[in-house]
């Protein structure tokens, strides 16, 4: 020990810690997506347990010494960025106490499981108790890195999944796409008022809606030697970088939304199968932020999977398992895919639709973690604000509204990601289209090597080694322009 | 911590075994069961940083003083024998170093995951280099243990899985098999040459034998709320009391071995689920040894599975899976069930020729870690000993032959927990079919209770309470007597 850098110290602390986060995630996806119900308290207290021990790996006193040690060795330019990455993740770890780790493990764990039957059943009140106690450590954790740091308790939550981001940035970005949002959905509404979709007739049987969306993920580039396609009642991506896991959930009346659903999942799928293979074990080697993240789900599903080109491409494939019908036309699909019509669920929303989702839950939950509202109050404000953004009438109806989503059973600061995603999204696939400028017939003949190869090349392999701002200049050559995603939405909706 | 007692401290440090060792069964298992190819390596290496942490944690100098004054300290009887397995665990753990813990969970991930296609291709040779090292790292294991309690090497290994026995004992015992089953095989096999079994035609379609095996497995009391049924390539019962995973394989032109190793791996499971919830997190509440599990397996296996009640019981489901055949009649299964054949598979074996397998395996693992023979002389023993006890050719035939099993990629000394269970189960149902002699009509009409109520009372609700030779006797009456198997034998295949 006494031969190597502190630099090296610490690489080695964080690839057992990789390791340990190996375990972690894929008993993770376990919970979700394979264990029984009784398996929960004992998979709990096991999960709680290696936090626990996580926590105290990188809490270990010796740390902050060779973090200042390191600071003055001289690395190259991957490896202080490493270091970097390292710091960042050693600041955010040493601002929270063990038990508080553990005790938001618990309470996450918790509630996450009695909320799969209560959003069945309806029960916000049974919801209630065990969200409370959720939000009561968000906000107590939120406290502890926002008096270190000096934000806002959100900015500090937001800071975990989005570094660089505020809550100031996000309200003048979200205010700008408030202002013409409900009136671009209106006018959209309006011209596809005259147009005629032919639904597609089920029933789809699981098992054809399975292999579809195999040959979907393989078309896509889906290494199935490193990763699996399983069911959830929430679909996700996870396990590890070596062997992602992604999931589904299917409805055998309709194989639309569970096909595109395997389409975004594909997308964060592929930057995890395409992260540095050098520098998996280490921070810098890791996926560069959330919103990154839903950049790449969100290439996949809008930019690539709703293109003329891919559902031209898709089209036979949807033929082949469930035979012909008129709704498969590739003009048909490309009517379904774009077809815009408020509802209530997130993650079945169409694409004009969707950033109000977020935009609601940015504003419920920011609030919420500032302590400018209590959990009780959750549900009036989601009922008023669907109906201001959306026209959607939710009241009473908990399992379509509030109760929707898994992620504040134990996450906030997420929501805005999925926008942010879109917009970066938008703002690649500018950049892409002006330097091929054939690519939608490339797509329609199954070459979608132009959209890998520039993903790869400046989303994937780049890891955590430039700081957000900097990935998407250095990709795009301007940061985060929301332009784009108007553009985009205008010229796909109303072109 | 100063408030409690050294018992206290012991407990506690064991529950925090039990929930790491938690996360290491759900990851091995998805390890057989789910996990790609490309997994493999970072897998092995989460695998074995765990390993050399539940190591750290049970070599910590603390708890030899704990030990010593937790012997001092006022326990009743259950704490006493919760302190007499954690000082065996711990014994066992301190006799080996940390590096020869994580060299061995190295090479037994390398050779399990290479052996999956090279048993496929009959790949000796390319077996051979991990399997040296395998059982270099075996003997190693075996020397350092044997030195600390002046055992045989092979004896040492052994005791981690039968403690208690030796391999003087096991010789007398199989020694005596040898003596008469080679003609108990003959004398069956001459007996079964004029009687008529008709074999059932296939094929029989994965899905369906699926929903049979569950249905299988419902009747024997399986809780699908705690475990589940999967798939692998070689059946194991795996994952943890709380949340129990089996696997069998399937193969669509036989469903008759599926269905019974389903059957065996559902008694495995019973015993999982029936151990002592109160004392789950600690040794007193694990299985007692792979011999009293293999002897639930084969009770559910061997001696409810194969017995006349129970196959009139499934006929009936089978017929609802597959169709009317005359293959289906109770009688003709109890004859396709009870066929004497000696063959390549162990775990294909009949009944009959199943401890012939054992023996063999014994002979050779234990002259194998004794030094008395090298890695390379396997085949040839392996052929000369499938010629002497089955008369059946195995050269060249690596994939039916040595190659078969898993075990030897990381586990010696395991083998005859095979036979000794099944010996156990025939002297339980010597006793059960005295306490309820109208067992089989019983069975017949699906009243499982008597037997299911019998193991949970004397075997599954014990735990680790007991040694195994106490277990035994306060079950039957008797420590281990190998006459009730021979005796079980002869009335089932004679009489």
């Not at 926002?146 to 970005?173: C, F, H, Q, W």
Request: aromatic share 10%.
């Amino acid at each position: 020990m006494g031969n190597q850098t502190a630099y090296q110290s610490l690489t080695q602390t964080f690839q057992r810690l990789h390791r340990f986060g190996h375990l972690s995630a894929i008993a993770s996806w376990d919970q979700a997506a394979m264990m029984p119900a009784k398996g929960n308290e004992a998979r709990a207290a096991a999960q709680a347990e290696l936090q626990v021990l996580m926590h105290q790996l990188i809490t270990a006193p010796e740390l902050k010494t060779q973090l200042d040690a390191a600071a003055q060795e001289e690395l190259d330019a991957a490896q202080r960025a490493n270091l970097r990455e390292i710091g960042r993740e050693w600041r955010q770890a040493n601002l929270l106490p063990a038990a508080l780790v553990e005790a938001k493990a618990l309470a996450a764990a918790r509630c996450e499981h009695a909320w799969r039957s209560q959003r069945k059943n309806n029960d916000w009140q049974g919801f209630l108790p065990n969200f409370r106690e959720v939000l009561r450590l968000a906000r107590e954790e939120a406290t502890l890195l926002a008096e270190a740091t000096g934000v806002s308790r959100y900015d500090a939550l937001l800071d975990k999944y989005e570094p660089g981001m505020t809550s100031a940035n996000l309200e003048r970005i979200f205010g700008d796409v408030k202002t013409w949002l409900p009136g671009l959905i209106a006018q959209v509404r309006d011209k596809q008022s005259g147009e005629r979709v032919i639904q597609p007739q089920g029933p789809f049987p699981v098992e054809k809606q399975r292999q579809l969306g195999l040959e979907a993920m393989g078309l896509l580039g889906f290494d199935f030697d490193g990763g699996r396609l399983d069911v959830s009642s929430h679909p996700f991506c996870g396990g590890v970088p070596e062997d992602v896991r992604i999931t589904t959930r299917y409805r055998d009346d309709d194989f639309v939304q569970s096909l595109m659903g395997i389409v975004h999942e594909t997308g964060h799928a592929r930057y995890e199968q395409g992260l540095p293979r050098d520098w998996l074990s280490q921070p810098v080697g890791r996926a560069r932020s959330m919103g990154i993240h839903e950049s790449q789900s969100l290439s996949f599903e809008m930019q690539l999977g709703r293109s003329r080109g891919f559902l031209q491409l898709i089209a036979p494939l949807i033929r082949k398992h469930f035979g012909d019908q008129p709704a498969f036309d590739a003009d048909n699909l490309a009517r379904l895919y774009t077809r815009v019509q408020p509802g209530y669920i997130r993650v079945d929303a169409d694409e004009l639709c969707y950033p109000a989702h977020v935009i609601l839950r940015f504003e419920i939950e920011r609030a919420l973690i500032d302590g400018e509202i209590e959990a009780e109050d959750v549900p009036a404000l989601w009922d008023e604000k669907m109906m201001a953004y959306l026209g959607v009438d939710t009241r009473g109806n908990y399992r379509d509204g509030c109760l929707q989503d898994i992620h504040w059973t134990d996450t906030f600061g997420y929501f805005p990601s999925y926008t942010l995603g879109a917009m970066y999204a938008a703002q690649y696939f500018s950049v892409l289209r002006k330097q091929t400028p054939d690519l939608d017939s490339r797509i329609a003949k199954g070459d979608l090597a132009p959209v890998f190869d520039w993903l790869n090349a400046n989303i994937w392999s780049q890891g955590s080694r430039w700081s957000t701002d900097e990935l998407v200049a250095r990709a795009t050559g301007e940061a985060l322009n929301p332009a784009h995603y108007r553009a985009h939405l205008e010229a796909r909706y109303l072109g």
